[in-house]
């Protein structure tokens, strides 16, 4: 990636980050920690890898993505309101009543999003279907699910990953988020996810390690995921919980707690230092 | 005349699948390792790029249908009652209802009538889950004829759809001449003033010759033959109410949450009159001939004509 287009992946990412904690904050709920750490994969996979148009959400041949870790959406809705699905002030009224942008993603009120979700488990079996879809219908697209990793204690997800092995689905891009962190604690403490990237690949899949905050790698693993043919490739993405607010780096309490005034204020204060550094 | 050929619903289901397939050909097939059993197997043979086994993995079958129906598919998703329903009960929920997406889900092996096989494959709770799902339409057809219609009409349907299908072989009673299937309307098979019968399923034909055995015993009972549980057909439910003043419903189901109960909430609404519930009475089947334990559970013709019998008496 040239140095300008870094930077440019830099900023969105920031905004990404700014719009899911107003998201939050204005929510007095939600979930910072997991929306933080998968900003900067969400922001490049709509900023650079996926072959999508706003102005036609439904086009039947853009690439799809689906939050399978649903909860994490205030992260997604700032990526979708920046790329110009809806209106950015959308933000503001996440979670109020009557407001398009629900609690979990829903596919029938929300412009761009691909699979109504956040029951874990259950997106990448949608993901699964789309991806067969398009293999059914001889189309190119290709199908992004992105799981926490705790989310990976559902066993729904080694039913699909079962499924996408033997459907061959290699239009199929499996994306971690491992933060590391669930809401009862560490993911190794709590119920232990070692040797992820073994799992998926005893389950047939390409695996790629990389740390999830670094765009060279993210591309470096997408871009390796599109010549992969004949099987599905999971990306086990490194990162941190909470991410970019210093509060919040690496603390399980912010998994599902929206900010107060003041602490809402030093992440502002924290996220525009950041933009303004790269806007320097 | 309808045959007296013998046929069970599943194998209707198979065989109509079939048939609209040669027109649709977004219409995909996926199994849950029973297409034998829910005689998606028929589809298989003459389709096989178009079916899709999932293997034993009824959650991940009903997700991957979701993703189909939302790339413009038309998934019929076939696995057996207990598990379709129960098993993936929250997938169905958030996955198909919430989106409310194009996905036909097909429950074969439904009720006691599976037999020998016993409680824990005997699910009497099917039409109850999917009934409380918000846009999920409920089918539950009587006869070959019948299923043959449902399934047309089920596709025909943008949304989600529920069928029921049975293992046992069963007589045809409806004519295929003069037959109409009409989505959530109810359909009268016998008029009567003295009560109404209301059944759905499997064991319509067998109120139907309950309620002709009564007649001639002085009993002039109404039939009604609801194949759609939901929506449920309100006026034909409400007329019979106020025309006949008391109401029996039939149902190889619980009769905590299927059909009985949907009639209770019409009734009690509308037009409250006596409601019967005739149905499995919150407990569990067990193992033995299909035949043998419809008789035990009092839902052949003959345990159906003495309950009627003593209900009016």
């Known amino acids: 990636m040239e140095n300008q287009e870094l930077l440019e992946m830099q900023k969105n990412a920031c905004k990404v980050r700014m719009h899911a904690i107003e998201g939050v904050f204005n929510a007095k709920s939600g979930h910072p920690g997991g929306s933080l750490s998968a900003a900067d994969i969400i922001t490049y996979l709509y900023f650079k890898e996926m072959n999508v148009d706003p102005s036609q959400p439904k086009a039947a041949d853009r690439d799809r993505f689906v939050l399978s870790k649903g909860h994490c959406c205030p992260a997604l809705y700032g990526a979708l309101a920046l790329k110009g699905y809806f209106p950015e002030e959308e933000i503001k009224s996440l979670r109020h009543i009557g407001a398009m942008l629900q609690g979990h993603p829903d596919m029938k009120g929300t412009p761009g999003v691909d699979m109504s979700s956040g029951s874990l488990g259950q997106g990448i079996s949608a993901a699964c279907g789309m991806a067969l879809a398009a293999k059914y219908d001889n189309a190119d697209y290709r199908v992004y699910a992105m799981l926490g990793d705790g989310e990976c204690e559902e066993g729904q997800v080694w039913e699909a990953a079962m499924f996408a092995s033997h459907y061959k689905l290699d239009n199929l891009c499996v994306i971690v988020d491992f933060n590391g962190l669930q809401i009862d604690g560490s993911v190794s403490d709590v119920a232990g996810l070692d040797d992820l990237d073994k799992k998926f690949e005893s389950f047939g899949f390409e695996v790629i390690n990389i740390d999830g905050h670094d765009f060279a790698q993210i591309e470096t693993a997408l871009n390796k995921a599109r010549t992969v043919k004949g099987k599905p490739t999971a990306i086990i993405a490194k990162t941190v919980k909470g991410k970019g607010v210093s509060y919040m780096e690496n603390q399980v309490g912010w998994h599902g707690k929206a900010p107060n005034a003041d602490e809402y204020k030093i992440a502002v204060e924290e996220l525009s230092a950041q933009l303004k550094a790269l806007e320097a | 005349m309808a045959e007296t050929k013998k046929i069970a619903t599943r194998e209707s289901f198979g065989l109509a699948l079939c048939e609209l397939a040669k027109e649709h050909p977004e219409i995909v097939v996926l199994d849950a390792d029973l297409a034998a059993a829910t005689k998606t197997e028929i589809f298989k043979k003459a389709y096989p790029d178009r079916f899709f086994d999932c293997g034993i993995s009824e959650g991940n079958m009903i ?134 019968v209301i059944a759905t399923g499997l064991v319509v034909n067998e109120a139907l010759k309950a309620v002709n055995a009564l007649e001639s015993k002085g009993i002039n009972a109404r039939l009604i033959n609801i194949h759609t549980i939901k929506p449920i057909d309100k006026d034909i439910i409400i007329k019979a109410a106020k025309e006949t003043g008391s109401i029996i419903t039939v ?60 209900i009016v008496k």
């Not at chain 2, 092996?109 to 009934?131: F, K, N, P, Y």
């Not at chain 2, 905590?256 to 407990?283: F, H, M, Q, W, Y």
């Not at chain 2, 193992?287 to 019998?309: H, M, N, T, V, Y």
Request: proline letters at 4%.
């Open chain 2, 63 to 196: 997700g991957v249908a979701a993703g189909l129906a939302s790339c413009g598919k038309v998934p019929f998703a076939a696995s057996f009652a207990m598990f379709a329903t129960g098993r993936a009960y929250e997938q169905v929920r958030n996955s198909v209802g919430y989106p409310h997406l194009n996905v036909k889900i097909a429950g074969s092996h439904a009720g006691i009538s599976v037999g020998e096989d016993g409680a824990t494959h005997q699910c009497c709770e099917d039409l109850a889950l999917m009934r409380t799902i918000p846009g999920m339409v409920v089918l539950n057809p009587a006869d070959h004829y019948e299923m043959t219609e449902a399934v047309k009409a089920a596709y025909e349907y943008n949304g989600p759809v529920y069928i029921r299908l049975g293992r046992l072989a069963i007589e045809s009673f409806n004519d295929p001449d003069t037959y109409k299937f009409e989505l959530g309307k109810g359909i009268t098979l016998k008029e009567g003033s003295d009560v109404t």
């Open chain 2, 251 to 310: 149902e190889e189901h619980s009769i905590i949450g299927g059909l009985g109960e949907a009639v209770c909430a019409v009734t009690s609404e509308n037009c409250p009159v006596k409601v019967t519930r005739i149905g499995v009475e919150d407990t569990y089947g067990h193992s033995g001939p299909a035949l043998g334990l419809l008789a035990e559970f009092g839902l052949d013709a003959q345990g159906l004509e003495k309950r009627i019998s003593s």
